[in-house]
């Protein structure tokens, strides 16, 4: 299995444009995951999606950000308009939920600057 | 709310050194804890996993123990390499749909 693909890995963009951050999770796994890392805050949660479907999005800063999970396979995190202080490294993740627990795997990250 | 701590913040020990890196979080109520690694510039890469039910796992000179009762985990490195520095995140995964906390990690230097 090739892991959790992110893209792209590094995106540079300027104040006010729209950003689109992909990612493609592990096949049969059925809950994805969009975390944040910044040296200030560490790594938060934004969303997370089981089978397809948001279930908690209370960790998304605002309505500048959304995200979708259109089916299995893949999913995207748009932030629109885009500002500086979501300049961040986004991570995408993904796990088999089960009753007993199942570890997370997680993509490379993208690297987003606005400026 | 899950509330998750790791101490040391960083840690800078000589090679060969056997080290501790600690874990404790406020709701005992886990399915699991899973331990990290990321270098810099890098995604995390799982370590190790243990189930609510497990005491410890074992993989190569790296031994994580958990102790649900008392909400603390340790990972524990035997004769440290430099090729083990880099943070050290553990993330406890609770609640519905195995929602994830991560601690703010423990940044680990091992000097040659």
């Known amino acids: 299995d090739a892991g959790v693909i992110q893209s792209p890995r590094h995106e540079v963009t300027e104040m006010g444009q729209e950003v689109t951050l992909r990612c493609k999770p592990i096949s049969g796994h059925n809950s994805l995951f969009w975390y944040r890392q910044t040296m200030m805050r560490g790594l938060e949660l934004l969303i997370y999606?089981?089978?397809?479907?948001?279930?908690?999005d209370s960790g998304m800063p605002e309505d500048r950000f959304s995200a979708k999970m259109p089916n299995a396979s893949f999913s995207t995190l748009k932030i629109q308009p885009s500002e500086p202080r979501d300049s961040a490294v986004y991570f995408c993740a993904s796990s088999l939920a089960r009753r007993q627990g199942y570890g997370y795997t997680f993509g490379s990250g993208t690297r987003l600057t606005v400026v | 709310k899950q509330e998750v701590t790791q101490i040391p913040a960083a840690l800078s020990v000589p090679e060969g050194e056997n080290l501790v890196l600690n874990c404790s979080f406020t709701?005992?109520?886990?399915?699991?804890l899973q331990w990290f690694r990321q270098d810099p510039g890098k995604g995390l890469t799982s370590l190790l996993l243990i189930q609510s039910s497990q005491r410890e796992q074992t993989s190569g000179r790296l031994n994580a123990s958990l102790d649900k009762s008392s909400g603390r985990s340790t990972l524990y490195i035997a004769a440290s390499q430099p090729g083990d520095s880099a943070t050290y995140l553990c993330a406890v995964h609770s609640g519905g749909y195995q929602k994830v906390t991560f601690g703010t990690g423990t940044k680990l230097q091992v000097i040659p």
């Open positions: 709701d005992s109520a886990i399915y699991n």
């Open positions: 999606f089981n089978n397809n479907v948001p279930i908690d």
